[in-house]
């Protein structure tokens, strides 16, 4: 008697897997299913809640009117430059501009994983499984930032752009890269000052140029300069300075800051917004300013060490270097949202690598690393809302990208100690 048929599915896949070219086909198909499907859901979300991009655009559509931007509306934090590139979405409908926002970022989608895999590809074959790995990894933050309509897609293909572009030799437009997304949100300047440690004086006159452009030159296409001027200041008082000073930055659990953190769970429950959280310790907020601000010079200075030396001259050890940058960054930034983490792809793609080397692997950095990748899942709805929320309560989210930060430190320690040149055996002594 025949056995049953076999099921169709198994057969597919495995004719897939022998074409390669069948298999991209399929990919682009179900890449463009989602597209569709979540542009769908993005129009829907403007016409009945508010993401980001809804917000901003009102802010945009008032720029130059006085100078009272900052004051009218302390939820914007950005510089105005920003909204003269998104002025442009003020003159169509809403739905229009959500299909256009939505776009752009499905491009910036593939460039930054194109970025991040073609970089560490030039240390060697970057397997179907480790990119299949660095999308699982990253579908959280990047779903969070479509769903959102926020701005992190835009600064993560900038810095993972940047990281390209340095290591094929065009070290200017790098540097014009990193200074967007460094005048965008004050924290990616993290990468001009590795720039700067490691003596890239080209990439630098980019950051430069990048800055004049972003601040200087794109605001005079709605903005005189002396009311240009008048709001850069005003938003140097209202979002640099304010935090560097106080710290009061909005606490609740979604914010995965060091501040924001310590902020709810060391003395200073009425920043969470009426959120439920755990008073572990009761500061001063003097007291709880100086240990936040010795953290912030611990942390920077932990990463400085971690990547002291010369440039590298293998792309998996720049890569790991020049992915290290984020989670610090996600740490000492004020805001840091799930969108935020996006900037994460080219540390993630770094270490599953170098994963990809075994047996030639430092086993600290895949324990680090594998025990970070756990934590992405476990603090989701998998261990149920209520639980996601407590974990986010608790920082363990930025704990996840800080233990992958460990594991690109045992990747460098490794490497530092592989091409130590060997010791130098005592002379005799004359005679």
């Not at 989608?109 to 073609?118: K, P, T």
Request: aromatic fraction near 10%; glycine fraction near 6%.
């Amino acid at each position: 008697m025949p056995g049953p048929a076999p099921s169709p599915a198994p057969r597919l896949m495995h004719k897939l897997a022998e074409n390669p070219r069948a298999l991209r086909a399929a990919l682009i198909v179900l890449f463009a299913l989602f597209c569709i499907g979540d542009t769908a859901k993005f129009i829907r979300s403007m016409n009945r809640k508010k993401p980001t991009l809804k917000r901003w655009m009102p802010y945009a559509a008032e720029l130059g009117a006085d100078d009272r931007l900052y004051e009218r509306h302390p939820d914007y934090l950005y510089p105005p430059f920003f909204l003269v590139l998104i002025r442009p979405f003020t003159l169509v409908p809403p739905p229009v501009a959500a299909v256009v926002w939505q776009l752009l970022k499905y491009a910036c989608l593939v460039a930054l994983f194109a970025a991040a895999w073609s970089l560490v590809a030039r240390a060697g074959p970057f397997p179907p499984w480790a990119k299949a790995a660095s999308v699982a990894v990253c579908a959280r933050y990047v779903l969070s930032d479509l769903s959102h309509g926020n701005v992190n897609l835009y600064l993560a293909v900038c810095i993972a752009g940047a990281a390209w572009l340095l290591w094929n030799s065009r070290p200017f437009s790098a540097g014009v890269l990193v200074a967007l997304a460094a005048c965008v949100k004050v924290t990616p300047g993290l990468w001009a000052a590795y720039l700067l440690y490691k003596r890239q004086w080209r990439a630098l006159l980019g950051v430069l140029c990048g800055t004049i452009i972003a601040l200087e030159v794109i605001p005079l296409a709605a903005l005189s300069p002396g009311m240009n001027h008048a709001l850069l200041g005003h938003w140097y008082q209202h979002v640099v300075n304010s935090f560097l000073r106080d710290a009061d930055v909005e606490s609740m659990g979604m914010n995965q800051s060091v501040v924001a953190i310590t902020n709810r769970l060391l003395g200073r429950p009425e920043l969470t917004g009426g959120e439920p959280t755990i008073t572990l310790a009761e500061l001063s907020p003097a007291a709880l300013r100086r240990l936040q601000r010795a953290v912030a010079v611990a942390i920077l200075a932990a990463y400085f060490w971690a990547v002291r030396g010369s440039m590298p001259r293998d792309p998996l050890i720049f890569a790991a270097e020049w992915g290290l940058a984020a989670p610090v960054t996600l740490a000492l930034s004020g805001y840091t949202w799930t969108g935020h983490f996006c900037l994460m792809v080219v540390a993630v793609c770094a270490l599953l690598a170098h994963f990809a080397r075994w047996p030639d692997i430092s086993r600290a950095a895949l324990r680090l690393g594998l025990a970070g990748f756990a934590l992405v899942f476990l603090t989701t709805d998998l261990i149920t809302p209520t639980g996601r929320e407590w974990a986010s309560i608790f920082g363990l989210p930025l704990v996840s990208a800080l233990l992958m930060a460990a594991a690109l430190v045992a990747l460098l320690r490794r490497h530092r100690e592989k091409t130590r040149p060997p010791a130098q055996p005592p002379r005799p002594l004359a005679g």
